[in-house]
């Protein structure tokens, strides 16, 4: 069955992207068209998500693999600025605004 590839302009931000759940759904993301931001606690995790993804630039996509804790804000912030410069080349990418 052909992918659509329904989000192939779109960046995803997976967070828990290291296993489960959030592998899974990086999967989904990746064979729907998405380039994903792959994030977890575990780094290593994160980058063997991004190999399952077919790593970077698989089917001209580029998958990023990314160490971060979501659950510290400024974390967050540092991680959404360098998922927009990876992005930025790619897709046109909109930032969100972290209070």
């Known amino acids: 069955m052909a992918a659509q590839l329904r989000l192939r302009s779109a960046v995803a931000l997976v967070t828990g992207a290291g ?12 064979q729907e068209g998405a380039a994903v931001a792959a994030c977890d606690l575990d780094g290593a995790a994160a980058r063997e998500t991004v190999q399952l993804l077919g790593g ?29 410069v990876n992005a930025s080349n790619l897709i046109p990418f909109k930032a969100l605004h972290c209070p």
Do not use: W, Y
């Open 19 to 30: 296993s489960g759940i959030g592998r899974a759904v990086s999967v989904r993301l990746a």
């Open 56 to 84: 970077p630039g698989s089917e001209k996509r580029a998958h990023a693999a990314f160490q971060t804790d979501v659950s510290e804000a400024g974390s967050a912030r540092r991680l959404l600025e360098q998922v927009q």
